[in-house]
């Protein structure tokens, strides 16, 4: 019985050590899948799940008319997209989905990414869905919420950096309120980039 015991603890410990770290080498990867998308940039060109394969990509929940947390997260993407400029870390994208699509027009998001920098080679600022489009494909995708109320005109929604891999599927999400995880955001990308 003692022996039956022990082979359980094994096995469980055993379990919970490979768990803590995904199949990619990144802890407690997801691996949840990004179904396909074309949705409208802020070139007005139509842009693409198929355009992000064989990269590395961060994505978030943003709109452009944001009281509050919107302007730190975007601050914290551009920094983000900044720093991995300076390590020379090349082929990553990032993709801020417009939670409030009836007013982030592609011009409007064009002007809100340039006040913060963006580098539109690799940054995609999307729109070009219903508002309802959008908070399904938020749920489903990225297990979040985005939610306009009726007469308001602030949306609801998470304020997450996902992290998604070259295969298209979401690895890990981090803080997009703060700096702390840059540091973390970077490993994990590079560890991503060498598979």
Known sequence: MKKLQLLLAVVLVAGLVLSGCGSNGVPDAKNWDVESFTFTDQEEKPFSKSDLDGRVWVADFIFTSCEDVCLPMTSNMAQLQQQL?????????????????????????????????????????????SQNEIEEFAMDNFKTIVQKPEAEDQVIHGTDFYLIDKEGKIIRYYTGLNKDPFEEIIKHIKILQNQ
């Not at 939670?99 to 080679?121: I, M, R, T, Y």
């Open 85 to 129: 400029n300076d390590e020379g870390i090349k082929d990553v994208e990032f993709v801020s989905f417009s939670v409030d699509p009836e007013v982030d027009s592609p011009q409007v998001l064009k002007e809100f990414g340039a006040s913060f920098n963006a580098d539109f080679s690799n940054w995609h600022f999307l729109t070009g869905y």
